[in-house]
């Protein structure tokens, strides 16, 4: 999910937006998807060295193309003046961070609206396109801000930006600034990757030091927390690399199967998930979504989506997949939301969404808002019926 703007890009962007009151649509079976990624913009490749590879068979696969209309009921898109491409939820609050406008956007689930719009960064001002990735908690959220070389603050009683937390490792001469760009986020302590130097820290957000740095991580992009370790994409190399946060090592590199298009990346990974059974990741140009199981560090299953998935949410009974067509400006509807079953897969059910992406579960019930961008940049409510 990057910025066509953004120099350290190596595709798309896509978007998402605001909340809406829930309403009732018809929905309809996908018809006529197109089974080849569109081709992406041309962007300055990132520097870096490249991973060693692993290598592994095929796992089963299953196709989205099997499942039934999904029952659920759907709220109308509404636009938001802005381009949120990375999400986080917490404290009963949605919070949109946009690379493109330099803006986050706070979004109240009570009453389904948007409260505050957050200007963070001048675009004018940004080389690398700030905020990006967001890690919210109950009080506010941190971005990942490149653009400063820092993390910032948000607070969600005031609405503002109240902290700038400077970013360097290294000691003396050795010292050099962190360029931030995946975050997650538990309790008091953040962890940030650096794309183009290959790292990821540790962050203390009481004191703002950095307390450990991992180096020799080649490309690392977004992150997911889980199983007592930091899941991380290699970007360049389609692979999940394992951090145990006791020991504070590498302890797995699982490459993820399949390839893409992309000359520079492959499938052009960019995000990982964690469930609470497994690990999931969005395969972008591989189009389709892969199972990580993290009591063996295998992917055991993947699930073929025909469109481009960027993005994925999980509760306790599902993942949630947006695809769409890869096409900008978005004005067909070649994009679904898909319901995976979360302990083999398969899929459980179809919606045609137009222009969905970004998709985040919010309540134990399993409600879902999902992105949709470009015709309009909004949210849509999708509530499952069973």
Known sequence: ?????????????????????????????????????????????????????????????TSAGDASTLAADVGPSIALPMWPEFSSLAGGSIWYADSETGKVARVDLASGKVRATIVVDDPANSPYGSPKEVAADATGAWLADPSRHSIDRVDRATNRMTRTVVLTAGTGTGRTSITPFGIELSGHTAWVTDFDQGLVAEVNTTTGRVTRVLHDIPNPEGMALGFGSLWVVQHRDSSIVRIELSSWTV????????????????????????????????????????????????????????????????????VWVGGWDGSLPCTDNHAILVRLDPASGAPRGRLVIPCAMNPTVVTPSGDVWLGTFDNPNAVRLIRPRT
């Open 1 to 61: 999910m990057r910025g066509p703007r953004d120099s350290v890009s190596d595709e798309l962007v896509v978007t998402v937006g605001r909340l809406v009151v829930l309403i009732v649509v018809p929905v309809a079976l996908l018809v006529g998807c197109s089974s080849t990624p569109a081709s992406s913009p041309s962007a300055a490749p990132r520097s870096g060295v490249s991973p060693s590879r692993t290598t592994g068979s095929l796992p089963p696969t």
């Open 251 to 318: 302890t797995a590199v699982i490459k993820l199967p399949g390839t893409g298009p992309n000359a520079t990346c492959g499938m052009c990974v960019d995000d990982v998930v964690a469930g609470p059974t497994a690990v999931w990741v969005p395969l972008d140009l591989g189009q389709g979504v892969a199972r990580i199981d993290p009591t063996t560090n295998t992917v055991t299953s993947v699930t073929p989506v025909g469109l481009r998935v960027e993005n994925l949410a999980v509760d306790t009974n599902s």
